[in-house]
């Protein structure tokens, strides 16, 4: 009896609380060609004339017709950062989003409006997943993908330039059009099939792989400037993000929250990007998460985030993410929650962006993030929105995995830890 009571008790609770929420509705939409098919790889395939048509499929969306949305940036509250440009067909959202935050972290910090190279990132990043590659005879990753605390560790060995001195892009005599939009898949392919052979020819010369990756690289993105030109100086890679960035990357820490590993430790983060199995995640359970989230963004700061936007309420024609209610009523989210999908790899670690603004709509917190990927450019590419995402929290509770920001930020977060 006593269990039957507990019972209809949580009945009339779930009851109570889904009555206050209007259901969400879903509708199967038609998946279009946009900025990825009609002009990155237009620019990519270095063609005039229109591709062949990508074939056409539908996919199971929220459907935000009648909703009122805050999908308009003046609606938020936001810190400095430069515009969102394209990653291109590359994937190498981890860079652009951090380089972004970085960005906005040197104007923090010293009111400069700086420009950096995320391909000076990516290309190093490149070597030092090589090397890796080598020292474990194979068994490691080398792909596109990495995580944004690998930009930190990147900037302290090899520093960083800025972008006009090194774009990663290369147009070649026979080209009539100059390439605008990064395209990896050739380079990479390339990269591939060398180290398959190094691997099969137990090849294990560290110095010689990465020589040859190197070389292949050289000539898809061009050799990255050893030396930095600024206000008629010459400075290295390194000077120039302490000298005149002032970016001490000790300073920044990467919060996560998931219940695998205990709570209040630097734990793993247990996903293939992170391919050198960095132990360095601070992970705090959801309610902290989100509070030390909240601080951040209300208190000048920006974070690099990174969780799953593959999801039927991520919705690109909109610009907006929310949880809908056929998924997990709003009120329910919880770490059990967000742990189950990461368990069953529902939720994966598939995009990063840099979250820049807040905005607090008819009760409920919305982040505004900029974003370098293709779903947030299907819209007019004059308006003030072209390349940003708006999220509701609930999305990010449930979905965004860990974020990248500057230990003053979280000072109080941090002092739980032993």
């Known amino acids: 009896m006593e269990k039957l009571i507990v019972f209809f008790g949580g ?15 879903a509708v199967f939409k038609e998946a279009k060609p946009g900025f990825y098919q009609n002009v990155i790889m237009k620019d990519v395939e270095q063609v005039n004339e229109q591709l062949s048509p990508p074939k056409v499929y539908k996919r199971f969306k929220v459907d935000m017709k009648g909703k009122d949305l805050p999908n308009k940036i003046d609606l938020y509250k936001t810190q400095w950062h430069n515009p ?59 792909g596109e993908g990495s995580q944004a605390n690998a930009v930190s560790r990147i900037m302290k060995k090899y520093g960083i330039v800025p972008a006009d001195q090194y774009t990663g892009l290369i147009t070649r005599g026979l080209e009539k059009i100059k390439r605008v939009f990064h395209d990896h898949e050739k380079m990479k392919q390339e990269i591939d099939t060398y180290l398959k052979w190094v691997k099969e020819a137990n090849a294990w010369n560290e110095e010689a792989v990465i020589a040859t990756v190197k070389s292949i690289m050289n000539y898809y993105m061009g050799e990255p400037p050893t030396q930095v030109k600024w206000e008629g100086k010459i400075i290295t890679p390194q000077q120039f993000v302490s000298d005149v960035l002032k970016i001490k990357p000790d300073d920044y820490v990467d919060i996560l929250s998931y219940m695998q590993e205990p709570f209040y430790q630097k734990v793993i983060y247990d996903v293939p990007d992170n391919w050198w199995k960095s132990k360095d995640y601070y992970n705090v359970p959801l309610d902290e998460f989100i509070k030390a989230l909240r601080s951040a ?35 329910f989210i919880n770490d059990e929650a967000r742990q189950f999908r990461f368990s069953n790899e529902s939720t994966t670690d598939d995009h990063g962006m840099h979250l820049v603004g807040y905005t607090d709509f008819k009760g409920q917190r919305w982040y505004l993030l900029k974003d370098s990927g293709a779903g947030s450019r299907n819209n007019d590419p004059n308006a003030k929105e072209f390349g940003y995402y708006f999220f509701r929290e609930d999305f990010v509770k449930l979905k965004m995995m860990n974020f990248t920001v500057h230990k003053d930020a979280v000072k109080d977060l941090l002092s739980k830890f032993k």
């Open 11 to 25: 009945v009339v609770l779930y009851s109570l609380l889904f009555s206050q929420v209007q259901p969400d509705k």
């Open 297 to 331: 963004i209300e208190n000048g700061y920006t974070v690099s985030i990174g969780g799953d936007v593959s999801e039927a309420g991520f919705d690109t024609e909109t610009q907006c993410a929310i949880v809908p209610t056929f998924d997990i009523p709003s009120e």
């Open 84 to 142: 969102p440009i394209s990653q291109g067909n590359a994937g190498t959202c981890w860079a652009f989003s951090t380089v972004s935050f970085y960005e906005s972290e040197v104007y923090r910090l010293t009111k400069q409006k700086v420009k950096l190279s995320e391909l000076f990132i990516v290309y190093w990043e490149y070597v030092e997943k090589v090397r890796e590659f080598v020292n474990t005879h194979g068994n490691s990753l080398v």
